[in-house]
Structure formats: structure tokens, C-alpha cells
């Protein structure tokens, strides 16, 4: 449809009248991020699909590679016409090995299909696609380190200005995009924007996939409309398994919603009035009968471990959060020592280089904050 009946500005156009947001976490209008990269003055241009899908609790990127590839593939090589570029890298986590390999199929099918390589379906548009596999670090999923591992360097955060739209890979204009993103503006070309828009909010139109675990009795993923509550959301997973004592939003880089705010709207807007993150739609169930002390170590010890180390915020907050937590969960902080994680938590948000290490602190932070008598 669009090599046949659309300029590459009508693409775009069609994607920013759905609204459609990145579902990577940070909710960029996509049409917007499309149309600064097609304009911006480059030698070439680069798509980038992101799907190293490192957050903890985040497994939906993984659902669309090994079961649709395909679509995946066609988000690229709309984002491609759209922008004019010729080439895209697909990044994949290094512990996707599955998907590594249906996607390597799914490539070499579409190139022999026609749909990768010179003349696309008759047309002038050329494109082709590579896959490259992660290395397990979650630093790859920041955008600017992403492209450092593509480049063959080290995983380290980029300054940001210049963004990705000007300055990507390679120095050049580049559109990078989540999974999910990608499949949602395939649809989007092929329905169009209005019956997008049918579902949802008005803030956040179209669907969402939410991946739920934890104490629930179906983990998976689940795809509603946003606006859908919580509650509704964590019964689509058959309910929770006891009684629910937390429920983490965003992942281990996100903040906790209490038992009596199961009727959240699970939407940008939504969550943003209350405080709370959407992410990239991690919903992780925790019942009664867990132990949170021993649930925030193991998210203070998973940043403690994967922080980069490029700047001292994060390399050191990390390694001193892990530290004071460590001592509550055993009995032996002091009250000074939640103030010194509050100090802690406060310096990794505000001087981190990369948004990774200003989220490192958020979700322990939002425990203590919502649960005063926890460190008691």
C-alpha cells in the first residue's frame, strides 16, 4: 500500500494523525521522531528496530519476534521508506536466541520474496536489514549505547544533544524504534489512523501489550486498550494468587502501586496523574506472603550489577543503594541510613549521564515513600 498509493511524507503523516507513542518506555510520538529524521541533512539515513529487551519483567518484544517476524520486518521497512533510508539494524538481546534465529529465517525469506534488497516490490526503493545480537548488558537497550555496540564499540551512553534523529548511527539521521512500535505503525499503514484510534484514550489512542508476572495464576502477555484498569487487567491473567501486597509498574526501573489503586487506568495519562510510570507495560504481581525486603534487594543488586560505569552517579550510587538496602533486609541499618539512600537516589536521578541510571534508584525509593513503616 504504501510503495503503490504513498509518498514517504504521507507515511509519516498517517502515523502522526493515529498518535501513536514509542513503546520502548519513553512515549515519543513516532510520527514526530520520523519526521525529524526524514528532514534532517545526512550522506545516509539508518532504521533501527531496538529489541534488546533487558528490563526485568519485560517479555513482549520476544512474543512479537518469535511469533511474527514478519511484522517486525515490515515496521522497518516502513520507517525506511518513510525516512529514506536504506538500510536498518535489527538489535537483538544476546538471551533471545530463538528469536535470533526465526528472525535470521524470516530475513533471508523476505530478501528472496523481494521485500529486502534493490527494486522492492518494482519500486525505486531499496532497503535491506541486519541482524546483530546483544551481549547481555542492559546499558545496550539506552538508545546512543545501542548504537556504540552496532558500531562495534563499547556499550557506553552517548551526550544527548545531539539526538538520534540528527546524530545516530554512524553520525547519521536515524530512526530508532521498540518492537512493539514497529508492528504498531505496520497496522497502522494497513488499517489507518481512525481505526487506531477507535480504541484507547484520547491521550493514548490504540492498543498496548502487558506483560503480567509475579504472583498471578497466568503469566503472559496481554494486549488491551489503553484506559483498561489495572484490576482488569491483572484478572485478564486469571487474578492474583493470594492477597496482593504490590504491584511494580515499569519494571525494575519503575515505582509500585498499592492494593487499594487496582482501578489505575493503565494509560500515559493515567499512570502520570498518579505518579506512576507505564514503561514498557511490565505489571509484576507481589503477594502477602512475599518477603519485600528480599524483593528490593534483588532489584538494588540487578542495577548494582548492570550499571556501565561511565559516570560516578550511577556507579557509585548503585553499589551504595545496594549497600544500605542489603543492611536494612538483614536488621542492621540505621534510620541515617534512609536518608542517605534518599540522598543517594535523589543524586542518581538528577546527575546520571543516561536516563538508565536516573530510574537505577525509583522503584526503591517509591517503596519506602508509599510504605513509611517499612524500614522501621
Not at 534532517?40 to 520476544?62: I, L, M, Q
Not at 542492559?138 to 564499540?153: N, R
Not at 494509560?267 to 509484576?284: H, I, N, Q
Request: include cysteine; charge should be negative; hydrophobic fraction near 40%.
Amino acid at each position: 500500500r504504501a510503495l503503490q498509493g504513498m509518498e514517504p511524507a504521507e507515511v509519516i503523516e498517517v502515523i502522526k494523525a493515529s498518535g501513536l507513542l514509542g513503546r520502548g518506555g519513553a512515549a515519543f510520538p513516532t510520527g514526530l521522531k520520523w519526521e525529524y529524521t526524514a528532514g534532517a541533512p545526512g550522506d545516509a539515513r539508518y532504521v533501527v528496530c531496538n529489541g534488546d529487551e533487558s528490563e526485568p519483567g519485560t517479555f513482549k518484544d520476544r512474543v512479537l519476534m518469535e511469533g511474527d517476524p514478519f511484522a517486525v520486518l515490515e515496521g522497518m521497512l516502513l520507517a525506511g521508506y518513510a525516512v529514506g533510508a536504506r538500510r536498518g539494524y535489527l538489535y537483538v538481546r544476546g538471551e533471545y536466541p530463538r528469536a535470533q534465529r526465526i528472525l535470521s529465517q524470516a530475513i533471508e525469506r523476505a530478501r528472496k520474496a523481494g521485500y529486502l534488497g534493490p527494486k522492492i516490490l518494482g519500486s525505486d526503493f531499496e532497503f535491506d536489514i541486519e541482524l546483530r545480537s546483544g551481549a547481555g548488558a542492559y546499558i545496550c537497550g539506552e538508545e546512543t549505547a545501542l548504537f556504540e555496540s552496532i558500531e562495534g564499540k563499547r556499550g557506553f551512553p552517548r551526550l544527548k544533544p545531539p539526538f538520534p534523529t540528527t546524530h545516530g548511527l554512524f553520525g547519521q539521521p536515524t530512526v530508532i524504534n521498540n518492537v512493539e512500535t514497529l508492528v504498531a505503525a505496520a497496522w497502522i499503514v494497513q488499517h489507518g489512523p481512525e481505526a487506531y484510534r477507535s480504541v484507547g484514550t484520547d491521550e493514548s489512542p490504540g492498543s498496548k501489550l502487558f506483560c503480567l508476572s509475579g504472583d498471578v495464576k497466568l503469566p503472559g502477555v496481554y494486549e488491551v486498550p489503553f484506559g483498561t484498569k489495572l484490576s482488569e487487567l491483572v484478572d485478564l491473567a486469571g487474578g492474583p494468587q493470594g492477597q496482593i501486597q504490590a504491584v511494580l509498574l515499569g519494571g525494575a526501573a519503575g515505582a509500585f502501586a498499592g492494593p487499594d489503586e487496582m482501578d489505575l487506568p493503565m494509560s500515559f495519562e493515567g499512570l502520570r496523574e498518579a505518579g506512576l510510570p507505564l514503561g514498557s507495560g511490565v505489571v509484576t504481581v507481589i503477594n502477602t506472603e512475599r518477603d519485600m525486603r528480599t524483593f528490593l534487594v534483588s532489584l538494588a543488586h540487578f542495577f548494582a550489577h548492570e550499571s556501565c560505569g561511565k559516570c560516578f552517579p550511577c556507579q557509585l550510587g548503585t553499589q551504595r543503594q545496594l549497600e544500605i538496602v542489603s543492611a536494612w533486609a538483614n536488621g542492621s541499618a540505621s534510620r541515617g541510613d534512609l536518608a542517605a539512600l534518599q540522598d543517594v537516589g535523589y543524586a542518581m536521578t538528577q546527575a546520571s549521564f543516561c536516563g538508565l541510571g536516573m530510574t537505577a534508584g525509583t522503584a526503591i525509593l517509591s517503596a519506602f515513600e508509599k510504605w513509611p513503616d517499612l524500614w522501621g
